[in-house]
């Protein structure tokens, strides 16, 4: 135990120095600070793009999903791919408008591409409220990480207050370049012990990878079926299609960053071809998932499977790397959401105009966000579990806009817009915390989006009706 706790905290330190390594120099504004004044290359693009999708959720989750739900825990296989696909095609245009516009959040491109201050100020709102409770998944999962592991809720909580202090310093230190820096360590590490978790665990439990499956097909064969239930075809099917929505048009607050800091667009086309192979990696932990059926008790803690497994398969030493790739995954995504929240703030909700003071509340939001991230991961760890539902299905309201905002003449002005995104939100917050029944399986997101679509439909229509009889009076 001792092993494991020593190669933890080290890990946790090493990742805050390297985010520490990755400043050249003093970021001379808000733009290299927050894109890297927009000259990573592909390689740096690629692990920065990537530890977007790798996170808590991808490394413990994916295999907790698997455990818990069987087959379903699939519907996170597609998605990603789905967007980037879609951003292929879109990435060129996106980052040429960022460039000449001098975007640095999907705050800015809105209230540009609609001329709306109040769009894009309700956008960024809307983005840190859905991306808050994101941020503190990644420090509590920090923190059940190291108490998994060491069965000591306080070393789960210092680990907490240690990484979370790192995370900060570091992200005020080195910005976005901090991030990629770290990001190169985290996707390693993370993929060695992968590897080796689907090699060892199977073997050591079943006698391998197929014969996991092969079991699990005569003893738990539901688990390879969709079946009815809180998992059912429609779940699935919705669920996919608001997370590809989502991640294809951008909604997600964090992502803008990281999309702006290319060198060109041929790197980004570059990326988004090959990433889809790359999210596959996503089956490695899934594939652990599988083997805990077999035996781990139903009534355990399904996003502890991975650990579990790993102590009980693994020497001490290796163990601790285990546990050093988990808390990557959860200390980079973190330092990535913090600088999206804190741009938003600084950019589009607080609004001044001197560039040095928009630095300062920048920097502030960084350290309000995460103390506030951390009081309530250690105090209050449920306190936000109901918002993190409005996560994306919240967010992909957003998606009408950003697609309006993507052609070169956007055909609608802001107020279809901003009563589309008024009505999608309203609908995605009443069937998730009043009627929740309502829709039954079917993604809230989805019936948001419908409505949100619906909404701003008729209401260009009617506003394009009004203006008519105006413009005739004018010619007589």
Same mark, same amino acid.
């Given at each position: 135990?001792?092993?494991?706790?020593?190669?933890?905290?080290?890990?946790?330190?090493?990742?805050?120095?390297?985010?520490?390594?990755?400043?050249?120099?003093?970021?001379?504004?808000?733009? *290299?600070?927050?894109?890297?004044?927009?000259?990573?290359?592909?390689?740096?693009?690629?692990?920065?793009?990537?530890?977007?999708?790798?996170?808590?959720?991808?490394?413990?989750?994916?295999?907790?999903?698997?455990?818990?739900?069987?087959?379903?825990?699939?519907?996170?296989?597609?998605?990603?791919?789905?967007?980037?696909?879609?951003?292929?095609?879109?990435?060129?245009?996106?980052?040429?408008?960022?460039?000449?516009?001098?975007?640095?959040?999907?705050?800015?491109?809105?209230?540009?591409?609609?001329?709306?201050?109040?769009?894009?100020?309700?956008?960024?709102?809307?983005?840190?409220?859905?991306?808050?409770?994101?941020?503190?998944?990644?420090?509590?999962?920090?923190?059940?990480?190291?108490?998994?592991?060491?069965?000591?809720?306080?070393?789960?909580?210092?680990?907490?207050?240690?990484?979370?202090?790192?995370?900060?310093?570091?992200?005020?230190?080195?910005?976005?370049?901090?991030?990629?820096?770290?990001?190169?360590?985290?996707?390693?590490?993370?993929?060695?012990?992968?590897?080796?978790?689907?090699?060892?665990?199977?073997?050591?439990?079943?006698?391998?990878?197929?014969?996991?499956?092969?079991?699990?097909?005569?003893?738990?064969?539901?688990?390879?079926?969709?079946?009815?239930?809180?998992?059912?075809?429609?779940?699935?099917?919705?669920?996919?299609?608001?997370?590809?929505?989502?991640?294809?048009?951008?909604?997600?607050?964090?992502?803008?960053?990281?999309?702006?800091?290319?060198?060109?667009?041929?790197?980004?086309?570059?990326?988004?071809?090959?990433?889809?192979?790359?999210?596959?990696?996503?089956?490695?932990?899934?594939?652990?998932?599988?083997?805990?059926?077999?035996?781990?008790?139903?009534?355990?803690?399904?996003?502890?499977?991975?650990?579990?497994?790993?102590?009980?398969?693994?020497?001490?030493?290796?163990?601790?790397?285990?546990?050093?790739?988990?808390?990557?995954?959860?200390?980079?995504?973190?330092?990535?959401?913090?600088?999206?929240?804190?741009?938003?703030?600084?950019?589009?909700?607080?609004?001044?105009?001197?560039?040095?003071?928009?630095?300062?509340?920048?920097?502030?939001?960084?350290?309000?966000?995460?103390?506030?991230?951390?009081?309530?991961?250690?105090?209050?760890?449920?306190?936000?579990?109901?918002?993190?539902?409005?996560?994306?299905?919240?967010?992909?309201?957003?998606?009408?806009?950003?697609?309006?905002?993507?052609?070169?003449?956007?055909?609608?002005?802001?107020?279809?817009?901003?009563?589309?995104?008024?009505?999608?939100?309203?609908?995605?917050?009443?069937?998730?915390?009043?009627?929740?029944?309502?829709?039954?399986?079917?993604?809230?997101?989805?019936?948001?989006?419908?409505?949100?679509?619906?909404?701003?439909?008729?209401?260009?229509?009617?506003?394009?009706?009004?203006?008519?009889?105006?413009?005739?009076? *004018?010619?007589?």
């Amino acid at each position: 135990m001792t092993t494991i706790v020593v190669f933890t905290f080290a890990g946790i330190v090493l990742i805050g120095v390297l985010g520490f390594v990755g400043r050249r120099k003093p970021a001379a504004d808000l733009a *290299e600070w927050t894109v890297g004044g927009r000259k990573f290359g592909a390689l740096t693009m690629w692990f920065l793009q990537a530890g977007e999708v790798f996170t808590t959720f991808t490394f413990l989750g994916m295999a907790g999903l698997a455990f818990s739900g069987g087959v379903a825990a699939m519907y996170a296989l597609p998605y990603v791919p789905i967007g980037y696909i879609v951003l292929f095609f879109l990435a060129k245009r996106l980052w040429t408008l960022g460039k000449e516009r001098g975007y640095l959040t999907q705050g800015d491109f809105l209230q540009d591409r609609f001329g709306s201050k109040a769009l894009g100020t309700l956008s960024a709102v809307l983005g840190v409220l859905f991306v808050l409770p994101y941020l503190q998944l990644q420090i509590t999962g920090l923190g059940l990480i190291v108490k998994l592991v060491t069965g000591d809720a306080a070393s789960g909580t210092l680990s907490m207050v240690i990484g979370c202090a790192l995370v900060v310093a570091f992200v005020l230190w080195a910005g976005l370049r901090g991030v990629a820096t770290t990001s190169y360590f985290k996707d390693a590490i993370m993929l060695v012990v992968l590897v080796v978790l689907i090699v060892a665990i199977p073997t050591h439990f079943a006698g391998g990878i197929s014969a996991v499956f092969h079991k699990i097909e005569q003893l738990h064969p539901d688990k390879l079926i969709i079946h009815a239930g809180a998992n059912d075809h429609v779940w699935f099917i919705t669920s996919m299609l608001v997370s590809a929505i989502g991640v294809g048009l951008m909604t997600l607050p964090h992502s803008w960053p990281a999309l702006m800091s290319a060198r060109d667009p041929k790197v980004l086309r570059r990326n988004y071809t090959w990433m889809p192979v790359y999210e596959l990696c996503l089956m490695l932990p899934m594939i652990v998932g599988f083997a805990a059926i077999l035996v781990v008790p139903k009534t355990a803690n399904s996003n502890g499977v991975l650990l579990s497994l790993s102590k009980d398969v693994l020497p001490p030493w290796a163990t601790g790397l285990v546990v050093v790739a988990a808390i990557a995954t959860a200390m980079v995504p973190a330092a990535g959401i913090l600088i999206g929240i804190s741009s938003l703030v600084a950019r589009n909700i607080v609004r001044v105009r001197s560039e040095r003071r928009q630095f300062w509340i920048n920097h502030g939001t960084v350290v309000i966000a995460s103390a506030l991230a951390l009081v309530l991961g250690i105090f209050r760890p449920d306190l936000l579990a109901n918002l993190l539902l409005l996560t994306f299905s919240g967010s992909v309201q957003l998606a009408p806009a950003n697609a309006l905002g993507f052609l070169r003449r956007v055909p609608v002005g802001k107020v279809p817009v901003l009563a589309g995104l008024v009505s999608g939100e309203v609908v995605v917050l009443w069937l998730t915390f009043v009627d929740t029944h309502l829709a039954g399986n079917f993604n809230a997101g989805l019936v948001g989006l419908g409505v949100n679509v619906v909404v701003l439909l008729l209401v260009a229509f009617a506003t394009r009706r009004a203006e008519v009889p105006e413009k005739t009076g *004018e010619l007589v």
